[in-house]
């Protein structure tokens, strides 16, 4: 598992406006192997969703990205036009958005928006598209999968919904796979099934999936690392189990502290003071420094680079005299 599907290096996005220029996500960098999971972590406003579509090429006009590169298969992507792009959507990059309503087409059965994808991306007949329409389905345990294949978007639950949401990001079999909240607004049972239907591909196909979630419980039981977003960079990067029992970022302990023990009396959860700051008043420095404990006079005046410690890398002042490279 060392080929790195996903690469990201130094990616930065801005939002022009007539305030001055917004930059939601700034000098990102991180990669994913083959048959990797990485669970991107954060408060809203942190950067998450804005970083997946920016791999993708799904930003909205004005916001662009204005640096960096992303390789996708040792192929540099970010600089393709549209058209090119949108070849490498679907094909080699699936994309499974938060809420399946609005990503399914409620007007066409889901067998029909499945072969419209398969038939644009493969060479391949229409009964071929339709078999392997089925067949995506069952793989993604959706019941009598020949029946439903006539069926609409409205005909099933919500789980079976975003089970149909995975097999159209399935659909070609694309080595990344960008999950986007995929498990919001579903009760704890259906989760528990999205995951494994996601760990499944991984296991199976090899497939690289960046899962973009505010939800510590579905990362701790999906993700092989973990990276903590803030403002639009990343503050800790590492394997999940290292970040969940021993993180080093000040934002890192404040995220692990205020979930809740399944043992053990604790009276009072960590509570991180303020909220993410506004991207047209991000503050110089260390742009967590406002809200954090442990501030001392470096974090006012320069951002912190990636370093690591431990098993993990941390962009902390904290540890300044630790050396390491950016992830």
């Not at 640096?67 to 393709?80: Q, S, T």
Request: aromatic share 4%.
């Amino acid at each position: 598992m060392s080929e790195k599907i996903l690469d990201v290096k130094n990616l930065s996005v801005e939002i022009p406006t007539r305030h001055g220029i917004l930059k939601p996500v700034d000098g990102l960098s991180f990669s994913i192997k083959k048959g990797e999971i990485l669970g991107v972590v954060g408060e809203s406003g942190a950067g998450k969703s804005m970083a997946g579509n920016a791999v993708i090429g799904l930003l909205d006009r004005p916001a662009h990205v204005c640096g960096g590169e992303i390789w996708l298969n040792g192929r540099r992507i970010d600089n393709l036009s549209q058209e090119q792009y949108r070849k490498v959507r679907g094909k080699e990059i699936g994309m499974v958005f938060q809420d399946p309503l609005t990503s399914l087409n409620p007007l066409l059965p889901i067998g029909e928006q499945l072969t419209e994808t398969i038939l644009e991306h493969l060479d391949v007949s229409k009964k071929e598209a339709l078999d392997r329409a089925v067949a995506i389905l069952e793989e993604v345990s959706i019941p009598a999968a020949s029946m439903r294949i006539g069926s609409y978007p409205h005909q099933f639950s919500g789980g079976m919904r975003q089970r149909v949401v995975i097999a159209l990001a399935l659909a070609v079999e694309p080595s990344l796979i960008i999950a986007d909240e995929p498990t919001t607004a579903l009760d704890v049972s259906v989760q528990a099934q999205i995951i494994s239907v996601l760990k499944k591909l991984c296991a199976e196909r090899g497939t690289a999936i960046m899962l973009i979630t505010h939800d510590m419980g579905v990362i701790a039981e999906s993700a092989d690392r973990m990276a903590v977003m803030y403002s639009g960079q990343i503050a800790e990067i590492g394997k999940t189990r290292d970040l969940i029992k021993n993180p080093k970022h000040p934002y890192s302990i404040g995220l692990m502290g205020s979930i809740p023990a399944i043992k053990g009396d604790v009276n009072r959860l960590v509570q991180i003071p303020g909220s993410m700051p506004r991207l047209s008043d991000i503050p110089k420095g260390c742009s967590f420094h406002p809200r954090c404990n442990k501030v001392f006079e470096p974090c006012y005046t320069k951002r912190a680079s990636l370093s690591k410690v431990g098993n993990s890398k941390v962009a902390c002042w904290l540890y300044e005299n630790s050396k390491g490279a950016n992830e």
